[in-house]
C-alpha cells in the first residue's frame, strides 16, 4: 500500500526556516517524480517543487525558487523540502503527490497523496 507522510510543519516566524519531510512507504520513491504543493486558505493548490526520478532534476515555482529546497535521501525513501526566509504568505497545508512517473510536472492530478502537514509563518 501506498502510503505518503508529511512532517515538519509548524509555526515559524517571518524570516525563519522549517523542513519538511515526506516519508513514502509501499513503493521506491528514488524512481519517480516527488512533487509538493500547498495550499492556503480560500485560494487554491499551487505546486511549489518536484524533485524528479532517478536524475533528482529539480523544478520550483518561479516565486519560490530562491527560498526552497528539495531533496531526496533515497536510504530514508524520504523526500525534503527545505523552506528559508520564510514569509508569512507562505502560511498553507504542504502536502506531498506522486504520480509514479518520472518527469517533473508540478501540475495535474496526482495519484498519491498525503494528508498534508500545516505550516503557519507569523509576521
Known amino acids: 500500500q501506498i502510503q505518503l507522510v508529511e512532517s515538519g510543519g509548524g509555526l515559524a516566524q517571518f524570516g525563519g526556516s522549517l523542513r519538511l519531510s515526506c516519508a513514502a512507504s509501499?513503493?521506491?520513491?528514488?524512481?519517480?517524480?516527488m512533487n509538493w504543493f500547498r495550499q492556503a486558505p480560500g485560494k487554491e493548490r499551487e505546486g511549489v517543487s518536484c524533485?524528479?526520478?532517478?536524475?533528482?532534476?529539480?523544478h520550483y515555482a518561479d516565486s519560490l525558487k530562491a527560498r526552497f529546497t528539495i531533496s531526496r535521501d533515497k536510504e530514508k525513501n524520504t523526500v525534503y523540502l527545505q523552506m528559508d526566509n520564510l514569509e508569512p504568505e507562505d502560511t498553507a497545508v504542504y502536502y506531498c503527490?506522486?504520480?509514479?512517473?518520472?518527469?517533473?510536472?508540478?501540475?495535474?492530478?496526482?495519484?498519491?497523496w498525503g494528508k498534508g502537514t500545516q505550516v503557519t509563518v507569523s509576521s
Open positions: 503527490a506522486t504520480n509514479l512517473v518520472r518527469r517533473c510536472a508540478l501540475a495535474g492530478d496526482m495519484d498519491y
Open positions: 509501499g513503493f521506491t520513491s528514488y524512481g519517480f517524480a
Open positions: 524533485i524528479g526520478g532517478v536524475l533528482d532534476d529539480t
